[in-house]
């Protein structure tokens, strides 16, 4: 099932139509549906697909030539990539697709293959067009590293699609099994990722799913949260702190600081390759504590299960390695899980404000997104408008109930930030008590929203 990707397949059709040959990079995380979306696109087309190793340029090579044995009449052993791609097979009654996956691994070890892949589409492709499509799960290497190791000489591409994590609106229609509730849960723990939803079935209770998949040792996700640092980054260890840091709640430069005992500078170099990962993101953030509206950088792990790792998993790896799965749930994730997903909560309410505002559906065109932390004071999100009007609101997953009062301290809130309000949106998971839902039917500038209307 192919969801949310109608403008990523309508863009690589683009491609595909235009007159001559053209290559394009295609790059995304890990498990956000990149080869689903390829197989899609490919899917009525004429293609060619080839998947690199991880190895020396000479293998490369040989392992290349070996599937091309395989497939073609011709026999290698070590062919140039010229001779590679002299062998694909080609019909010159349509345009082929060649998709080259994680073509990263032979740039890295070959400063020829650019250059012999440009010759290829100028030379050797006289009575045909070719679509090339370079794959890569490597964000920070096609984004910081991919153009200064390729010599501008070498450089022919058309353009770079960027395969982003999914909404969580499209969760709804992968599980339809699942309760409005329950998907949020889900959301938590595997984030926007299509190639993690495939292991979790709404036919079972998410924490059946979780038991069954994180939790226990021969589960499918058991190592993906520490695989996912391994896979692109080297000193493990201190990346690793820094994370588990984040995920005990030092959100703040200065709290990495204290807890981890590496210079500030140390960690905003390493916080930096995080964010380039998008392991890591940073908030803008307001801080009314010790001076009045200090503007702060506040630091979140971005991706859901390695969240999930360091969260729960991290800080008692020798009982995770020892209990079984029900029982280490039970101990250790179960008391919790309702705090921890109630900070997605957050995020996806933040995310329905945006998408409203894009849409013209909120009251102010909102040209700035904002948060505000302090020991006293809690105001999830502040919209400000192109003429100073603003919008705050309040996310509750945890209460079974979101009060009158809850309101009211807002507005308190606002006031010790300093912030004038013209608007509030309150989203609740669960109800409003009646109070406030009176309050709302006086107030035009008051609105409730509940998890099904959003």
Not at 217 to 234: D, F, N, S, T, Y
Not at 322 to 347: C, I, L, W
Not at 409 to 414: I, P, S, V
């Amino acid at each position: 099932m192919l969801l949310g990707r109608a403008l990523e397949l309508e863009e690589l059709n683009r491609y595909y139509d235009r007159e001559g040959s053209q290559t394009v990079i295609v790059y995304g995380e890990k498990n956000t549906g990149k080869t689903s979306l390829i197989n899609e696109f490919v899917k009525d087309k004429s293609f060619y697909y080839y998947k690199a190793r991880s190895a020396s340029e000479r293998e490369q090579r040989y392992q290349w030539g070996k599937e091309l044995d395989q497939d073609t009449d011709h026999h290698f052993s070590y062919p140039t990539y010229t001779e590679i791609f002299q062998a694909l097979p080609c019909d010159n009654t349509v345009k082929k697709v060649i998709i080259i996956d994680e073509f990263q691994y032979i740039v890295k070890a070959s400063n020829v293959f650019m250059r012999e892949l440009a010759e290829y589409m100028h030379s050797s492709l006289k009575n045909s067009d070719v679509l090339i499509i370079l794959c890569s799960s490597s964000i920070a290497w096609v984004e910081n590293s991919m153009i200064p190791m390729i010599k501008a000489e070498d450089y022919e591409v058309s353009g770079c699609l960027s395969i982003k994590e999914l909404a969580f609106e499209y969760m709804a229609d992968y599980f339809p099994g699942f309760k409005i509730g329950k998907i949020l849960e889900a959301y938590a723990v595997l984030g926007g990722f299509p190639g993690l939803w495939i292991y979790f079935d709404d036919k079972l209770s998410v924490k059946e799913n979780i038991c069954k998949n994180v939790l226990d040792k021969a589960g499918a996700l058991h190592e993906e949260g520490p695989h996912i640092v391994e896979a692109e980054l080297r000193e493990t260890g201190i990346y690793n702190t820094i994370l588990a840091s984040i995920a005990a709640g030092n959100h703040k430069l200065n709290d990495l600081y204290l807890h981890t005992g590496f210079s500030r500078a140390k960690i905003s170099v390493y916080l930096k390759n995080l964010i380039e990962l998008q392991l890591v993101t940073k908030i803008t953030s307001y801080d009314t504590e010790g001076k009045e509206n200090v503007k702060k950088g506040f630091y979140n792990i971005k991706n859901n299960i390695v969240n999930f790792y360091f969260t729960f998993i991290y800080p008692h790896l020798s009982r995770f390695e020892s209990m079984h799965a029900q029982d280490f749930y039970n101990d250790f994730v179960g008391p919790y899980f309702k705090t921890y997903v109630s900070e997605y909560f957050k995020r996806i309410c933040v995310q329905c404000m945006k998408q409203w505002n894009k849409s013209g559906r909120l009251p102010i065109k909102a040209v700035d997104f904002e948060e505000w932390t302090g020991k006293s004071v809690r105001i999830d999100f502040l919209l400000r408008g192109e003429n100073g009007e603003s919008i705050i609101g309040l996310c509750n997953f945890e209460k079974t109930v979101m009060c009158y009062e809850d309101y009211k301290k807002l507005f308190l809130d606002a006031e010790k930030a300093g912030i004038h309000v013209d608007y509030v949106y309150l989203f609740s998971a669960s109800r409003f008590d009646e109070k406030l839902n009176l309050e709302a039917k006086i107030k035009r500038n008051l609105k409730l929203i509940t998890m099904e209307e959003m």
